[in-house]
């Protein structure tokens, strides 16, 4: 491998980005140059004080031209870094370098040494100077200690850097000559893991011309690693079909060696011939052997078949992370999606359901139950099956007793990958029961637990991890909150005997809100969480009262309602707070969301049409002043939160109405 030439170390990144660096940080303008300067090369100072003087005045520029390069010629000849004053009488210094047998000067400069540098730099200025041609630029003063102290802060990192853009430069280098000889390392249209291996051996093949290659995988019941694709000369006998697993071939290149060598005894006057086998290491487990049947090599022909194996390796491992994080993503994604599933207005039973086969579609299990703690018997129930009926309708447990009765106790979920080996357990797996692995999350809204989510039996026939629990933990959390909503909404007789909707709207009422909104700060508070709170006021309503009626008011009162409601999450809480006054408790929700939210009831308030006896009328002059605050920035208790709201909801009001305001 040839070295790097002097002009490609100068053009590197890390060379470059590191003189802007210094340069700008260190008040110095830098040049890095080769050291055979003469004063005949025509150097031209690159410095930015100098380049203005130069592009003004031409008389500057021959001086500049006809004095610096003879300095910086001699400075460069120096075996150690020099100090010098420039044309323009500015500190300057030169540091020698080597790359090899080249050599490169380290050209900087700074400001004066003292004002007679500046007088005289002013003059030089002034006999050169064209009429009507005025020159300024802010000037600095640097003592000799502190440009020696720069320069050898230069030399230092110069030195260190030059080492690393060598490496770099070298590696580079290395790669596109590899890549010429021996093409592009990449199979053109065949991604799969067969697909690299026959890559692999077709071009080491028409590298090397061996006697034979073979890559052997290994089988994950016996062990083994057994014969998957192989090519050989014509003449070649010998074909390497298995090797076991207690091997020395495998023990050693398991253990991290670079290859394992086999010399064949040959008879007298014959060239010896020899195996090699290289290890295709990938996520640190031995996936592959390649076995390699030639004369023996030199020791650069090994390393390019051990640089081979290892490009095949990576290649294989890349292969699985990129499947593995599309597989991700696609779960993410449809775990994103899932509480806009659920969030439909779906009866409870359908709801609940639901729930189930979302769950069991997120984790890709073909089993499951959802069991719902019944507040008046303190049992939990089956409410949800999928993947059979064997578990009664009616079937019920107490928490503590059984799995799914511990996690209701304990608040925490359980990961089970066998269950006959789990410590915690040792139970038997029932028949019905295609694997031992299952996963159960208890489903409750802050420490309060309604039921119980149980999945078992992966599609894939793998056991459920870690990555599956998160998954299902984040899911349960809001499926526990739209159950919760749900169910309120199931009992809305029984809410309204207890007072807590409104009954025009059929929102929650101003009591149940503040009870809500204390329940909302004391949760927030003791898990230092945040939350949202919205104060919707209808502008131009009392007008539409007078005019129209009460009765009109009233439908104008609904529909408004119901355009908040349409407009929320589900998880959101929203509640009549008096007359045209609304309030909408956002959990969980930053002050940007929260805004963005607000922006939506904004703009659907005031593009609804209403409808009443005298026809469609579109708006009908009815707009909506919002406050937006926050958990805990604009307060911290229920009294200070509505104070704050309804102060940010007026001060829409003042700044013209039919605004969004924080405060």
Same mark, same amino acid.
């Given at each position: 491998?040839?070295?790097?030439?002097?002009?490609?170390?100068?053009?590197?990144?890390?060379?470059?980005?590191?003189?802007?660096?210094?340069?700008?940080?260190?008040?110095?303008?830098?040049?890095?140059?080769?050291?055979?300067?003469t004063?005949?090369?025509?150097?031209v100072?690159?410095?930015?004080?100098?380049?203005?003087?130069?592009?003004?005045?031409?008389?500057?520029?021959?001086?500049?031209?006809?004095?610096?390069?003879?300095?910086?010629?001699?400075?460069?000849?120096?075996?150690?870094?020099?100090?010098?004053?420039? @044309?323009?009488?500015f500190?300057?210094?030169?540091?020698?370098?080597?790359?090899?047998?080249?050599?490169?000067?380290?050209i900087?400069?700074?400001?004066?040494?003292?004002?007679?540098?500046?007088?005289?730099?002013?003059?030089?200025v002034?006999?050169?100077? *064209?009429?009507?041609?005025?020159v300024?630029? /802010?000037? &600095?003063?640097?003592?000799?200690k502190?440009?020696?102290?720069?320069?050898?802060?230069?030399?230092?990192?110069?030195?260190?850097?030059?080492?690393?853009?060598?490496?770099?430069?070298?590696?580079?280098?290395?790669?596109?000559?590899?890549?010429?000889?021996f093409?592009?390392?990449? /199979?053109?249209?065949?991604?799969?893991?067969?697909?690299?291996?026959?890559?692999?051996?077709?071009r080491?093949?028409l590298l090397?011309?061996?006697?034979?290659?073979?890559?052997?995988?290994? !089988?994950?019941?016996?062990?083994?690693?057994?014969?998957?694709? &192989?090519?050989?000369?014509?003449?070649?006998k010998?074909?390497?079909?298995?090797?076991?697993?207690d091997? *020395?071939?495998?023990?050693? =290149?398991?253990?991290?060696?670079?290859?394992?060598?086999y010399?064949?005894?040959?008879?007298?006057?014959?060239?010896?011939?020899?195996?090699?086998?290289?290890?295709?290491?990938?996520?640190?487990?031995?996936?592959?052997?390649?076995?390699?049947?030639?004369?023996?090599?030199?020791?650069? #022909?090994?390393?390019?078949?051990?640089?081979?194996?290892?490009?095949?390796?990576?290649?294989?491992?890349?292969?699985?992370?990129?499947r593995?994080?599309?597989?991700?993503?696609?779960?993410?994604a449809?775990? $994103?999606?899932?509480?806009?599933?659920?969030?439909?207005?779906?009866?409870h039973r359908?709801?609940m359901?639901?729930?189930?086969?979302?769950?069991a579609?997120?984790?890709?299990?073909?089993?499951?139950?959802?069991?719902? =703690?019944?507040?008046?018997?303190?049992?939990?129930?089956?409410?949800?099956?999928?993947?059979? $009926?064997?578990?009664?309708e009616?079937?019920?447990?107490?928490?503590?007793? %059984?799995?799914? %009765?511990?996690?209701?106790?304990?608040?925490?979920?359980?990961?089970?990958?066998?269950l006959?080996?789990?410590?915690?357990?040792?139970?038997?797996?029932k %028949?019905r029961?295609?694997? /031992?692995?299952f996963?159960?999350?208890?489903?409750?809204?802050?420490?309060?637990?309604?039921?119980?989510?149980?999945? &078992? #039996?992966?599609?894939?026939?793998?056991? @459920?991890? !870690?990555?599956?629990?998160?998954?299902?933990?984040?899911?349960?959390?809001?499926a526990?909150?739209?159950?919760?909503?749900?169910?309120?909404?199931?009992?809305?007789?029984?809410?309204?005997?207890?007072?807590?909707t409104d009954?025009?709207?059929?929102?929650?009422?101003?009591?149940y809100?503040? !009870?809500?909104?204390?329940?909302?700060?004391?949760? $927030?508070?003791?898990?230092d969480?945040?939350?949202?709170?919205?104060?919707?006021? =209808?502008?131009?309503?009392?007008?539409?009262?007078?005019?129209?009626?009460?009765?009109?008011?009233?439908? *104008?009162?609904?529909?408004?309602?119901?355009?908040?409601?349409?407009?929320?999450?589900?998880?959101?809480?929203?509640?009549?707070?008096?007359?045209?006054?609304?309030?909408?408790?956002?959990?969980e929700?930053?002050?940007?969301?929260?805004?963005?939210?607000?922006?939506?009831?904004?703009?659907d308030?005031?593009t609804?049409t209403?409808?009443?006896?005298?026809?469609?009328?579109?708006?009908?002059?009815?707009?909506?002043s919002?406050? *937006?605050?926050?958990?805990?920035?604009?307060?911290t208790?229920?009294?200070?939160?509505?104070?704050?709201? #309804?102060?940010?909801?007026?001060?829409?009001?003042?700044?013209g109405?039919?605004?969004?305001?924080?405060?």
């Amino acid at each position: 491998m040839n070295r790097p030439t002097l002009q490609q170390i100068l053009g590197s990144r890390p060379i470059r980005n590191h003189v802007d660096d210094i340069a700008s940080t260190l008040g110095f303008s830098l040049d890095v140059i080769p050291s055979d300067v003469t004063a005949e090369s025509g150097l031209v100072c690159s410095s930015a004080r100098c380049t203005s003087l130069r592009n003004l005045m031409p008389a500057w520029k021959a001086r500049c031209e006809e004095v610096c390069p003879g300095k910086i010629a001699h400075a460069a000849a120096n075996t150690a870094a020099t100090l010098f004053t420039c @044309f323009a009488q500015f500190i300057s210094f030169a540091i020698p370098l080597e790359i090899g047998h080249d050599r490169l000067t380290v050209i900087g400069r700074g400001g004066f040494l003292s004002l007679r540098d500046q007088r005289k730099h002013r003059e030089l200025v002034r006999s050169v100077a *064209v009429r009507g041609i005025c020159v300024s630029e /802010p000037v &600095s003063f640097i003592s000799k200690k502190q440009a020696w102290a720069v320069c050898r802060y230069v030399e230092k990192s110069f030195r260190h850097l030059i080492d690393i853009a060598v490496e770099s430069v070298s590696m580079r280098m290395k790669i596109e000559q590899m890549k010429e000889a021996f093409g592009q390392w990449e /199979p053109a249209t065949d991604n799969e893991t067969e697909g690299i291996y026959r890559f692999l051996i077709e071009r080491l093949f028409l590298l090397f011309d061996p006697g034979c290659i073979t890559v052997l995988t290994r !089988d994950r019941s016996s062990g083994r690693y057994v014969g998957l694709l &192989s090519q050989k000369r014509r003449t070649e006998k010998a074909l390497v079909q298995s090797i076991g697993a207690d091997d *020395v071939i495998v023990k050693e =290149l398991g253990e991290g060696k670079p290859y394992y060598l086999y010399q064949v005894p040959s008879a007298a006057g014959n060239e010896p011939t020899a195996w090699y086998f290289f290890p295709l290491q990938v996520n640190d487990g031995l996936e592959a052997i390649l076995a390699f049947s030639d004369r023996v090599l030199k020791d650069d #022909d090994v390393h390019i078949l051990s640089t081979f194996c290892r490009q095949a390796a990576h290649l294989i491992e890349n292969q699985r992370l990129q499947r593995e994080l599309g597989k991700k993503i696609r779960r993410l994604a449809f775990a $994103a999606a899932l509480p806009e599933t659920i969030s439909q207005n779906l009866n409870h039973r359908e709801l609940m359901q639901a729930i189930l086969d979302k769950s069991a579609e997120l984790l890709m299990a073909e089993r499951g139950s959802l069991m719902l =703690l019944d507040e008046v018997t303190n049992r939990l129930l089956v409410e949800a099956i999928k993947g059979g $009926a064997e578990i009664p309708e009616h079937f019920s447990i107490s928490p503590g007793e %059984g799995i799914a %009765g511990k996690v209701a106790a304990m608040g925490e979920p359980v990961l089970v990958r066998n269950l006959e080996e789990d410590p915690r357990f040792k139970q038997k797996n029932k %028949g019905r029961y295609k694997t /031992p692995s299952f996963v159960s999350v208890p489903l409750k809204i802050d420490n309060r637990i309604i039921g119980v989510l149980n999945l &078992s #039996d992966k599609t894939t026939g793998e056991v @459920f991890d !870690d990555d599956d629990l998160k998954l299902i933990q984040t899911f349960a959390t809001h499926a526990a909150i739209v159950l919760d909503r749900n169910a309120l909404y199931t009992q809305t007789e029984e809410l309204k005997r207890l007072s807590i909707t409104d009954p025009l709207t059929g929102l929650l009422n101003r009591r149940y809100l503040q !009870d809500r909104l204390e329940d909302e700060a004391a949760r $927030a508070q003791r898990y230092d969480r945040q939350f949202c709170l919205l104060m919707i006021d =209808l502008d131009g309503f009392k007008r539409f009262n007078d005019t129209r009626g009460h009765l009109e008011g009233d439908r *104008v009162l609904k529909q408004i309602a119901d355009v908040i409601m349409r407009s929320v999450r589900t998880m959101d809480v929203v509640a009549r707070y008096g007359g045209d006054e609304f309030v909408v408790i956002l959990p969980e929700t930053g002050l940007d969301l929260a805004t963005r939210i607000a922006e939506r009831i904004h703009s659907d308030i005031a593009t609804r049409t209403l409808f009443g006896e005298g026809g469609g009328l579109e708006g009908n002059g009815i707009t909506a002043s919002i406050g *937006v605050i926050a958990y805990p920035q604009h307060g911290t208790t229920m009294a200070q939160l509505l104070e704050g709201a #309804d102060r940010a909801m007026y001060q829409a009001k003042r700044h013209g109405k039919n605004k969004i305001e924080t405060l």
